[in-house]
């Protein structure tokens, strides 16, 4: 009889390690032979320079299995507890609608898509970003507004320099109101020392005595308070300034917007609109401002154009890679935003509608009026004059027996200096919230009834001549899906008009667009970690705090760091707050005059709009021919920058997509000139577990978590980008000034408005870690071999422009579209939107290298579908030789005419390829056709004609 096998045996520690790798073994081996390698090692061997190899086991924990991971962080996320916290300072308890929390924050159909760059594909999210513009326009009361910012602090730093740029004024000086939310006062403290402004921060009946390109007002102030602005507006508008003012997004509702009070800029954050606090975020700014601003505002905007047919088509406008354009003189270092967070807020909006967003606004505000009434007839002194839902008390010797009242009902108020407590209510808040908080407030004897009071007349909190007057939320999509059923449809006809990761693969090169798998997503939505508030007491935060430094020694093993500063919540924001540390460290050195950034040409234009914002004046270092940055012009340019330089920012592999052998030697020239290097980390997938950051020269980088540690892109945001640095810049990177950070100096700056960013998207890549523990080397290795099995059955058809040592490419190559463009006409454009046609998403365009098609497979794609993307590049440029040969004409063919839609089958068919060949021309098509839902998108007609709100439904007739 034989054995059975035993437990052990039956063991399956990597069960998840080959669910997150797309090809299996037999499937490696066999793309391995293609290359003719006889083993991964091989490969890495080949691919990566020996001089950095990383030859050990990374110092991780076991890997888990996807069950035992979910039971160990949920044993961290139940040590958190779960207050209900009036806190308020732009965060606020909401009720994420169910219908929006399946069918976009838990849905991969939404959260797994990229960046809308390709619009055809996108028109679902493009739609939903253009209803939060639409949104943010209604309720400022302002002209234009952006598809959103990373968050309120940091959108307040945007308006300061939008200010500066655009104001007539010629003031250095820059006005902040002292009762502006403490996190925001600290981000914008840090930019502007970056940009050089002189900062007034002071009571606002005092901003007459300064002459200011621009000030900062916040309506209702942090203590709650409202006062009629027009008048400050008035006096900056007086002195050819700017009003910069930061709202919250609810008040909105029922109180004038700011902009119908004369704002220049509107700005806050769109949490409370069905976002949960998420202890911090992710979270979207809105950020609105003038039609003449319309060049200057930061981020990305959404715009309405017209597709080939003339029919309604919307894209990304204007601002679309600005940073690659403009480079340093860009508006701003965004590129990933907040677009998930973003969208989640405009559903929220379209499921509740005017209506309902005002009964909700109402009821916060009169829930607000019966506390400050019970309050005041028992004697408690309110500081704020009005308020909307906000209370600042002055309870003097009360406020530690009341800090403790309101600890033992787990309430957590505002602790304010000098004897005063404040609280936010917000929809999550009820007669029993309030009858607590009386308890709390008064004692058990206050006599007091919520239904009694709420019987009574009492007066508005928000002075006559500050409600609201003006409607708004009036277009059709606001006010057609208040059914369950109309919503449920409404999401799933957006989400069926993009292509998303559970479509097909998505090889953008740069990008990294992974699995992420289900069970790294389920515990973002678990209460304990999406309903803390950021500020919360430490010892309420106990499993967070247990999983972030878990995550944080993690992340150190894998890159070499002493240490990690999670406050970025984007891999730009990672390149500023990795420079400021630099920019710290230099001074504290006496050497503060070090103000040159080296950057090479290949380099992401997020890395001289960020050196820009830091400070720097950017140095350009060129590639050589092989696209490895030119050793001879670093040396030149370190030696002429001299006790100037302050460091070197660059990408590895490089985004020529090539392990560039003399990357050490590089840090070592930069070094010697007594310079810093910043690696930035876009491209650290193919570094885990073969060669580390800080054992390569590096002293500070940024990680993409949103890249190669699998948090999904969410349609253009959330991100994380949190730093790694040295020990000796350790002292330099951001502190927060409501939770100060062990480690960082105290007197440093926030980078973000959170402590630690958006930290509720963290237990994505503590997940991912967790499951692959030192395995993670094999999704390098894996994702390396994907890459060189592309571009090994591509390159006869399209050449890769560069390779490494042995012909080898690094985790993505780069195909040029040059020389057919050239010969043929088509261009890398055309030949993006053919994918379409065949379901693909297209590689990244004219990135790093105008026009090219830059492709990453990720290790996350099965063999089949690397080989059906081979299938479909080679057959279109089996299309091109038709073209070539002069089988189809120019402007006429299956390509120039690419994507193609419905639209185009149901009408008269005149062109001289056949149906099939346009909408299915392989096989799997036949069985599962995507189809793009508009035509060509004309981006020249958008940029003229520039239209960023919703149009009317007629218009898409
Ligand atoms: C090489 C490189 N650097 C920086 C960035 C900016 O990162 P983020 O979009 O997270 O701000 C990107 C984004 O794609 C990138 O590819």
Known sequence: MSQSPSLSQLRDPEAFLRRHLGPDAAEQQAMLDSLGLGSRAELIEQTVPPGIRFNRALDLPPALDEQTALAKLRGYAEQNQLFTSLIGMGYHGTVTPTVILRNVLENPGWYTAYTPYQPEIAQGRLEALLNFQQLTIDLTGLELANASLLDEATAAAEAMALAKRVAKSKSNLFFVDENCHPQTLSVVQTRAEGFGFELIVDAVDNLAQHEVFGALLQYPDTHGEIRDLKPLINHLHAQQALACVATDLLSLLVLTPPGELGADVVFGSSQRFGVPMGYGGPHAAFFASREEYKRAIPGRIIGVSKDARGNVALRMALQTREQHIRREKANSNICTAQVLLANIASCYAVYHGPEGLKRIAQRVHRLTCILAAGLERNGIKRLNRQFFDTLTLEVGGAQTAIIESAQAAQINLRILGRGRVGLSLDETCDEHTVAKLFDVLLGADHGLSVDALDAQDIASGIPDEL?????????????????????????????????????????????????????????????????????????????????????????????????????????????????????????????????????PSSAHGTNP?????????????????????????????????????????????????VYEEGISEICAVIHQHGGQVYMDGANLNAQVGLARPADIGADVSHMNLHKTFCIPHGGGGPGMGPIGVRAHLAPFVANHPVVPIDGPLAQNGAVSAAPWGSASILPISWMYIAMMGPQLADASEVAILAANYLAQHLSGAFPVLYTGRNGRVAHECILDLRPLKAQTGISEEDVAKRLMDYGFHAPTMSFPVPGTLMVEPTESESKAELDRFIAAMLSIRAEINEVQKGNWPGEDNPLKRAPHTLADVTGVWERPYGVEQAITPD?????????????????????????????????YR
């Open 467 to 599: 409600q609201r007057s003006t409607p708004y939320l009036q277009h059709p999509v606001f006010n057609a899906h208040h059914s369950e059923t109309e919503m449920l449809r409404y999401l799933k006809q957006l989400e069926n008009k993009d292509l998303a990761l559970n479509q097909s693969m998505i090889p953008l090169g740069s990008c990294t667009m992974k699995l992420n798998a289900t069970s790294e997503m389920i515990p973002i939505t678990w209460p304990q970690f999406a309903h803390l508030h950021p500020f919360v007491p430490r010892e309420q935060a106990v499993g967070y705090t247990l999983m972030i430094e878990e995550l944080e020694r993690w992340l150190c093993a894998i890159t070499g760091f002493d240490a990690i500063c999670m406050q970025p919540n984007s891999g730009a924001q990672g390149e500023y707050a990795g420079l400021l540390a630099i920019r710290k460290y230099h001074e504290s050195r006496g050497e503060g005059a070090r103000d040159i950034c080296l950057i």
């Open 609 to 657: 709009a960020s050196a820009q914002m830091a400070g720097m004046r950017v140095v350009i270092v060129e590639c050589d021919e092989a696209g490895n940055v030119d050793l001879d012009d670093l040396q030149l340019k370190a030696a002429e920058a001299g006790n100037k330089l302050s460091c070197l920012m660059a990408t590895y592999p490089s985004t020529h997509g």
């Open 923 to 955: 096989a799997h098509t036949r069985l599962h056709k995507y189809w793009p839902a508009v035509n060509r998108v004309d981006n020249v007609y958008g940029d003229r004609n520039l239209y960023c709100a919703c149009v009317p439904v007629d218009d």
